[in-house]
């Protein structure tokens, strides 16, 4: 089986950064999602990251820490449709599946 | 290219009836997932199918069960309705080539179940 942990809240201003952390146990660990939910809405992918380091992809960065079993997501010039619960999600090979930790909610305020 | 619909959107059941749910994947997509989301619970994995065979499963009820057609659409049935039943279930779609490895899933809108 495999535990996610992550912040259930978080608030930050707009046009600043925030990191998302998230930690987790798994067996036959194989990469982690990132995945953003606005409310009432399904969840769209944002990152994969299967080697350490640091994804970069505009203002979503994502890193990775497989000996830690750690990761983050790293939200730069924050805009106020941010606003939204980002979802951890990391792979198990065994399982052939992803597992969802239950989601940080992000708010932005003005 | 569209992408995952599912139908209906919105349901209101009693309990003990019985539901049926549809997801038609992203076209050429092999793999169907299905998920329940509860505001207490978060997205929990209810079951996987390819090529018309479950492939992966949740720690889900035998009261929930699904099947996959060979058109790659697939349907969740859940029979004996309980109140707590009442969720966003959602279904997303992958190319699902090759299980366990990284292959993005695309998430339909959810339908909105509702038990009284």
């Known amino acids: 089986g495999q535990n996610i942990d992550q912040p259930t809240e978080m608030t930050a201003t707009e046009g600043a950064i925030v990191q998302i952390n998230c930690t987790y146990q798994t067996s036959g660990f194989n990469g982690l999602f990132w995945y953003q939910q606005h409310a009432g809405e399904a969840p769209t992918f944002l990152s994969y990251n299967v080697l350490d380091g640091l994804e970069e992809k505009g203002r979503f960065s994502s890193f990775l820490s497989r000996s830690k079993g750690y990761s983050y997501l790293l939200l730069k010039e924050l805009q106020m449709k941010d606003s939204a619960s980002y979802l951890c999600?990391?792979?198990?090979?065994?399982?052939?599946?992803?597992?969802f930790g239950d989601g940080t909610t992000l708010t932005v305020k003005p | 290219k569209a992408g995952v619909t599912q139908t209906p959107r919105y349901l209101i059941k009693t309990r003990g009836q019985q539901v049926t749910l549809s997801c038609s994947p992203i076209?050429?997509?092999?793999?169907v997932s299905w998920y329940q989301q509860t505001p207490g619970q978060g997205l929990q994995f209810l079951f996987e199918?390819?090529?018309?065979?479950?492939?992966n499963k949740g720690n889900f009820p035998g009261r929930f069960s699904g099947r996959q057609f060979s058109n790659s659409r697939s349907e969740m049935n859940v029979s004996t309705l309980e109140l707590g039943d009442s969720a966003l279930y959602l279904c997303a779609s992958s190319s699902g080539i090759s299980a366990g490895r990284a292959d993005e899933q695309f998430f339909g809108p959810g339908t909105r179940l509702t038990v009284l």
């Open positions: 076209s050429g997509h092999r793999s």
């Open positions: 999600a990391p792979l198990n090979t065994n399982a052939g599946k992803s597992t």
């Open positions: 199918y390819f090529s018309e065979t479950q492939r």
